[in-house]
Structure formats: C-alpha cells, structure tokens
C-alpha cells in the first residue's frame, strides 16, 4: 500500500458507480439496539471541533480515502455485496453520533437494519477528469451527517477501480489497509459464489466504553500524567512546535501542499533495517533518529521533541478493526552533533520505552487537564506542531496482495498551519506523505528538509552513519 494523493493516482476512466448506507429500520422502533453509547475522547473531541466550526462557518475540509483495483470484468453483484458485508460487519460504520447532555453518545445500529443505495453516475471520459471527481467525491464525507462512509467504483471492461472515503470520527491510518482487505477479500468469494469467511472482530462502542471506564476520573494532579508533565517541563510546551520556520503567521491556516515521495527503495529500507536491528532497534527508530538528525542538520535544536501516534488496537480482539484506535504521546531524545548512530539509537529506543508506559493516557485528557487554558478549546493546534508517524504496510491485513491490488492510501486536508509527515514501508520501499502550508518558505524548508532527510537515511543504510 502506497500512501499517496489522489491527484498523483493514474485511474483509467469509465463507467462511475455510487453506493452510500441507508438505514432501514423505523426510528424509534422497539427492536433497535440500545441507544446513547459511548464514544471515544477521539471521537468526542472531533466532532465537537466539527460542531464549532460550523458554527463559525470557519471549518476545515478533510478525508480519510482508500482504492484499489480489482482485475477482469466486474461481478457488480458480488462487489455490492462485498461493500454491504463490509459495513455490516464494522459497527463504527454503523453508528450515528449525538451531542446529549454535554458530551457526545452513539447508536449503534444493527447489521440487518442497513442497505445500500446505488447512484449510476455514469461515464467520465479522462483520467484528469476521474481524478477530480474523486478528490470531490471523497469530500462529501462529513463529520456531523451520517453516513460516515461513502464507496464507489470505476468500471472498465477488463478492470474496476473501488474506492471508499471516511470521517476520521471512524477511521484511521490503519483502517484502511483492513477495509481493502475486507471488501477485496468478500468480493473475491461472492463473485466465487462462497459466502466470506472471516474471523469476528472487535466493538468499537466496547472500546470506547473500556477507554472511558479507566479514564473517566483523571484529575490533573493524577500519576499517571507525570509522563506528560515532565515533557512539558522540559520542553516549555504541551504542543512541540515543529522548530524550522514555515513562513506562517500566528492564527493564520494556510492551502495545503500534499506530496508523497520515495526515501529509499526495498533494498534500501531493508540494509536500514539491518543496520537499526544491528544495534537492537526497529527501522522506525532509525527513522526518527534519522527525523532528529536531519532536524539539527537544518537548524534545529540537539534534542528532539514531537507527538508521535501510537496503535492501541493490541493483537487480540481489535486487531482487524475498523475505527479510530490511535493514541497520540510525547516523545523526545538527544541528537546531538556528532554523536554517533547507536549512541543516538539508544536514546530513542529509552525514549520509546518510557512513552510505552504511560501510552494508557489519552491525549485528548492530558490536552484537557494540563494544557494552556487558552488552549483547551482550540480547534486546531495552535501552531506548527512537530509530529512524526509511521506504519508498516508490509505487516497489515492482505498486505501480500496490496501489489497486485495496486492498494492506495489517500489523505487530505484543505488548510493547515504546519506541517505533518507520514512516513510508510510497503514491499518497494520507505516513503513520507508529507501536508504542509502552501508558502515559499515552507515549499523551501521542507524541501531542504526532505533531501538532508534522505541524505541520512543514506548514509544510514550504506554505512550506519549519520
């Protein structure tokens, strides 16, 4: 799976279909599952930004978006089954959210009680022309109107593009990856016809419930955020701002660049691996490492501060789950001049540890109980926040299929005031999304920035240097 936006996808034109979730059951029938769960600090935070910003006419567009291809004449039967098995089987897809009493509450509805609706849109004659219709298609998903989800495809005579948008209130960066998987998969045994055989996943309502039950009571003088409060001590901040300048004024959000590049092919990321194992670290140390590094390198401080998402599905029940399961924790480490590459690996592997032990602590509750005051009812960061993010597509659901599926990961956001990377490994190499504010001097630094970074990784990979 590459991550990569839309507007550099190459899709063949053709005949365009729409399928959105209906609910069919009576409001208020007696047979509808119990109302008003939970949701997560995530989802709560989220949708009340969302809310606000409508209020303001202030709001920021967004997606979460996937696509893939699937090979010969379309079964379109079997593909609208393989999409309404999807959704029926994620609970997150089925939920609609409610503001009550101050925080906001889901319904969950049941499997049965949702269909799907077909829009023939018909054909679209050009590449340019698919791939603007789909950044605008992937924008109709929208925080505070239900559906969350929206799908479709591109249908040729010899091949079929599926695509799928999703708010992030029901989604995240590892979701994608399982909802190819899923819909990929269910197509493949309807159109075999077999019924899809999967192993049952997870609640995300019972997730929520879980995070709120050991949460719902922290105070700020809690033990639990020492790990927060010594960060911030240290650091002077709650938000790590990303230390090169942008050329961005204060409360000011700006168009957004979004680019995706390749830092090292295959062979390349795997000499890094090599190297990173060699002085018992991951690739993803060596890359953060290789982040502080390249930082100093164009002016940056010698010790590295940033937020860092962190996975909380664990390998049990909510390991294939669809839903927003990310955490976001602090870290930091020394990059000092001339230090060399295990000295600095060590630092990031104490720091990784010491973050895994306190990584129960939500972010949206450190943000609430320790932040600024001016902050708390924020929107957005309040400036260029240092944040760095990494997955490993090669270890998600299908992912030796994500090849010939020609798997895509699409992100977007229409105004921002920073800069964010989200670097990825997949079977060809490692690669970095990055969105960033549209101005000459952040195109200049963050292209400063991307070369010294590959640099290193270089150098890294070939020799263990910096």
Same mark, same amino acid.
């Not at 005949?15 to 989802?43: C, D, I, K, L």
């Not at 009340?48 to 006419?57: E, G, I, L, N």
């Not at 938000?239 to 959000?253: A, I, Q, R, S, T």
């Not at 930091?332 to 032990?357: D, L």
């Given at each position: ?21 209906? $609910? ?51 079964d379109r039967g ?19 959210f409610q503001q ?47 559906? %969350? ?75 639990? &955020? ?17 230390? %090169? ?15 995706? $590049? ?20 991951? &690739?993803?140390?060596?890359? &953060? ?67 895994q032990r306190h ?51 699409? %992100? ?55």
């Amino acid at each position: 799976m590459l991550q990569v936006p839309i507007e550099d996808v190459e899709i063949a034109p053709g005949h365009v279909f729409e399928w959105s979730v209906v $609910e069919t059951r009576m409001h208020g029938s007696a047979e509808s599952g119990p109302p008003h769960e939970t949701t997560t600090y995530n989802q709560a935070k989220h949708f009340a930004v969302a809310q606000d910003s409508r209020s303001t006419d202030d709001s920021v567009s967004a997606y979460v978006a996937g696509s893939f291809e699937i090979s010969g004449p379309l079964d379109r039967g079997a593909l609208e089954s393989a999409l309404l098995h999807f959704v029926r089987r994620h609970e997150v897809l089925r939920c609609t959210f409610q503001q009550l009493a101050g925080d906001l509450s889901c319904d969950a509805l049941a499997p049965e009680d949702i269909e799907l609706k077909t829009v023939d849109v018909g054909p679209v004659g050009s590449a340019d022309g698919i791939r603007a219709y789909l950044h605008e298609f992937f924008q109709r998903v929208d925080t505070l109107s239900w559906p %969350l989800i929206i799908m479709g495809a591109v249908v040729r005579d010899d091949s079929t593009t599926v695509y799928f948008a999703c708010d992030h209130l029901v989604t995240d960066g590892l979701s994608t990856p399982i909802a190819v998987h899923d819909i990929a998969s269910a197509y493949a045994a309807y159109a075999g016809g077999e019924e899809p055989d999967f192993t049952e996943v997870g609640s995300y309502v019972d997730f929520s419930r879980e995070q709120r039950g050991r949460n719902g009571t922290m105070v700020a003088e809690d033990g639990r &955020l020492d790990h927060w409060k010594g960060f911030m001590a240290r650091g002077g901040n709650f938000f790590p701002p990303f230390p %090169l300048d942008l050329g961005v004024e204060p409360g000011c959000l700006y168009p957004t660049v979004n680019e995706t $590049e390749t830092l090292l092919p295959a062979d390349g990321a795997a000499a890094l691996d090599d190297q990173c194992r060699a002085v018992d670290g991951r &690739l993803f140390m060596g890359l &953060l490492a290789a982040v502080g590094v390249s930082l100093r390198k164009e002016g940056g401080p010698s010790v590295y501060r940033g937020l860092m998402p962190v996975n909380e599905r664990g390998r049990g029940v909510y390991a294939h789950t669809m839903g927003w399961f990310i955490n976001t924790m602090p870290m930091e480490f020394p990059v000092p001049e001339g230090a060399e590459f295990a000295e600095v690996m060590t630092g990031v592997r104490s720091a990784f540890a010491e973050m895994q032990r306190h990584a129960d602590v939500p972010f949206v509750q450190a943000w609430r109980l320790l932040a600024p005051r001016e902050y708390t009812a924020l929107r957005y960061w309040p400036y260029a926040v240092n944040f760095f993010s990494y997955l490993d597509f090669r270890k998600a659901p299908g992912a030796e299929h994500h090849a010939a599926r020609n798997a895509r990961k699409h %992100l977007w956001a229409s105004r921002s005031n920073g800069i964010c990377f989200w670097f990825h490994r997949n079977d060809a190499g490692l690669h970095m999304n990055s969105i960033y504010v549209d101005t000459p001097q952040a195109r200049t630094t963050k292209s400063a920035l991307g070369g010294t970074l590959e640099h290193t990784l270089k150098n890294m990979a070939e020799a263990g240097t910096f």
